[in-house]
């Protein structure tokens, strides 16, 4: 294995789960650290990490703010961006840097690579936790290249070679309006948005929209090489949401008008034994720890999926993203 550069003799590093890789847990030796001042130097040696690893925790160190994690970000993972082809409702806390979701405390988010549904996604995700909830709320996180493995040859094949489709319904009062998915109020840049990024759209009627975009369902990672299960085909489908839920909804609005569902890439419902392995796959892989104030926990977006336990308020996780990637169409 090739060797990384030195983080320094101030921190330790050591897995926080013995065995496995991540997340990497680096925290400050003896003496207090501020956490920009420490990690300005440190980006080339934080992001090798990150290649192993696939997440690092930084807990223990000190002057933790909205403000000094956007510049922790910036030097160690690249400018942050801004959050364009929304699927979950966020707002800016500084500049560029975000609340993880606004999606309700009682309501779990699955597993998932942070828009990889888009053309252009990133490459690292970052969150702070400025406020532990009282209790839950933690960030579950699973390996990607593990959840790769897991998945049947059969069915990896498969989705490799068709791709998958991502369906989206805005306008029937479920879900995001396209409004804010698109941060417009204008059709016409809707429309542009669409057909620069490789998105098929349809206007129903009365302010109604739909649009589709076929994407990748397996992707290398581009320093290591390795195959890791990156896309949204088990967040973004309808049968996530439990029998009772998912029922309630295709009775209100009908498959075409559900808010969000994935399907082969040649269009075809996805078997719901496949849509079980796939969950069985990442809810094998799944691991969480509690926060702690002052924690920032880096993701190579790649290689780690993320969600969200259900928590009781108040929380505050802050959330940045940066390093632009992009999937040819």
């Known amino acids: 294995?090739?060797?990384?550069?030195?983080?320094?003799?101030?921190?330790?590093?050591?897995?926080?789960?013995?065995?496995?890789?991540?997340?990497?847990?680096?925290?400050?030796?003896?003496?207090?650290?501020?956490?920009?001042?420490?990690?300005?130097?440190?980006?080339?040696?934080?992001?090798?990490?990150?290649?192993?690893h696939g997440a690092v925790l930084l807990r223990g160190f000190a002057d933790v703010s909205a403000e000094t994690f956007e510049e922790l970000i910036a030097h160690v993972c690249g400018d942050p961006l801004d959050y364009v082809e929304r699927s979950s409702p966020r707002h800016a806390v500084h500049r560029n840097v975000y609340t993880s979701t606004d999606h309700p405390p009682e309501e779990p988010i699955y597993l998932h690579n942070e828009q990889s549904y888009n053309l252009s996604w990133p490459r690292y995700i970052c969150?702070?936790?400025?406020?532990?909830?009282?209790?839950?709320?933690?960030?579950?996180?699973?390996?990607?290249?593990?959840?790769?493995?897991?998945?049947?040859?059969?069915?990896?094949?498969?989705?490799?070679?068709?791709?998958?489709?991502?369906?989206?319904?805005?306008?029937?009062g479920f879900g995001l309006s396209w409004q804010e998915a698109f941060q417009t109020q204008d059709p016409l840049e809707v429309k542009r948005y669409c057909e620069a990024n490789d998105i098929a759209y349809e206007w129903t009627g009365e302010g109604r929209l739909r649009t589709r975009q076929k994407r990748p369902a397996v992707a290398r990672h581009p320093l290591t090489g390795e195959p890791v299960w990156f896309n949204h085909?088990?967040?973004?489908?309808?049968?996530?949401?439990?029998?009772?839920?998912?029922?309630?909804?295709?009775?209100?609005?009908?498959?075409?008008?559900l808010p969000n569902n994935t399907y082969?890439?040649?269009?075809?419902?996805?078997?719901?034994?496949?849509?079980?392995?796939?969950?069985?796959?990442?809810?094998?892989?799944?691991?969480?720890?509690?926060?702690?104030?002052?924690?920032?926990?880096?993701?190579?977006?790649m290689l780690t999926a993320h969600g969200r336990s259900p928590y009781q308020p108040p929380r505050q996780i802050i959330v940045g993203m940066a390093a632009p990637e992009r999937t040819a169409p």
Request: with cysteine.
């Open 127 to 172: 969150f702070c936790c400025l406020q532990p909830a009282r209790s839950g709320g933690a960030t579950p996180l699973a390996d990607c290249r593990r959840v790769h493995d897991r998945i049947s040859e059969p069915v990896r094949d498969r989705f490799a070679e068709l791709g998958y489709v991502y369906a989206r319904a805005f306008g029937n």
């Open 264 to 301: 082969y890439g040649d269009g075809r419902h996805i078997e719901p034994e496949v849509m079980n392995e796939l969950r069985a796959a990442y809810d094998a892989e799944r691991i969480e720890f509690p926060w702690k104030q002052g924690d920032v926990l880096l993701l190579d977006n």
């Open 1 to 52: 294995m090739t060797s990384q550069p030195e983080l320094g003799p101030e921190v330790v590093e050591r897995p926080l789960f013995g065995r496995r890789l991540m997340p990497l847990a680096i925290r400050p030796a003896t003496a207090p650290l501020g956490l920009v001042s420490w990690a300005a130097a440190r980006g080339d040696a934080l992001r090798a990490r990150l290649t192993r």
């Open 233 to 257: 085909i088990t967040f973004f489908h309808v049968s996530t949401l439990g029998q009772e839920l998912s029922s309630r909804l295709i009775d209100s609005v009908g498959m075409d008008g």
